[in-house]
Structures are given as structure tokens and as C-alpha cells.
Nanobody, 127 residues
Framework: EVQLVESGGGLVQPGGSLRLSCAAS????????MSWFRRAPGKGLEWVSG????????RYVDSVKGRFTISRDNAENTLYLQMDNLKPDDTAVYYC????????????????????WGQGTQVTVSS
């Protein structure tokens, strides 16, 4: 059974940092493109960042470029999102997601291309 379990969320002041983790199990993690999405209060699901299987390619939504860093540890089957200089607009539930097929070598920000999702972790940025 595929499982994705996020952790690391919490309450942080503007300008602060958090590091999200996504522990993967039930599949060969290193074969899959992975992404982070988020859902802000009252809004739809938004793609945040994606990373290729070997970490050679990373992409970000414009609003987080220069502040967030995605990474992965294939030996530990874990995906990360380092979030620095957080802003109130970053408040959301953050989800990790697995691309639907193995060995995908492109990038995707479309929710329909992802077949497995974690339960989410809440990030609240407020003073």
C-alpha cells in the first residue's frame, strides 16, 4: 500500500522557517517524480514545487521562488520542503504527492497527474 505521511507543520511568525517532511512507503520512491501542493483557506489546491527522481531538476511556483527549497533523500524515502522567510500568504495545508507513473522525466503542476497524496500538514504564518 502506497503511503505518504507529511510532518513538520506548525505555527510560525512572518519571516520564520519550517521544514516539511514527507515519509514515503509502499513503493520504490526513487523511481517517482514528487511534488508539494498546498490549499489555503477558501482556495483550491495549488502546486508549489516539484523534484525529479534524481534531484537534478526542481521547479517552483513563482510566489515561493527564492524562499522554498525542495529536496529528497532516496535512501531514506523522504521528500522535504524547506520554507524560509515565510509570509502570511503561505498559510495552508501542505500535501506531498506522487506522480502517477514511474520514470517520468518531465515536470508537472497538474493535480490530475498525481495518484497518491498524503494527509497534509498545517502551516500557519501569523504574528
Amino acid at each position: 500500500e502506497v503511503q505518504l505521511v507529511e510532518s513538520g507543520g506548525g505555527l510560525v511568525q512572518p519571516g520564520g522557517s519550517l521544514r516539511l517532511s514527507c515519509a514515503a512507503s509502499g513503493f520504490t520512491f526513487r523511481y517517482y517524480y514528487m511534488s508539494w501542493f498546498r490549499r489555503a483557506p477558501g482556495k483550491g489546491l495549488e502546486w508549489v514545487s516539484g523534484i525529479s527522481t534524481g534531484s537534478s531538476t526542481t521547479r517552483y511556483v513563482d510566489s515561493v521562488k527564492g524562499r522554498f527549497t525542495i529536496s529528497r533523500d532516496n535512501a531514506e524515502n523522504t521528500l522535504y520542503l524547506q520554507m524560509d522567510n515565510l509570509k502570511p500568504d503561505d498559510t495552508a495545508v501542505y500535501y506531498c504527492a506522487r506522480y502517477k507513473t514511474r520514470y517520468y522525466t518531465n515536470t508537472s503542476d497538474d493535480t490530475k497527474d498525481y495518484d497518491s497524496w498524503g494527509q497534509g500538514t498545517q502551516v500557519t504564518v501569523s504574528s
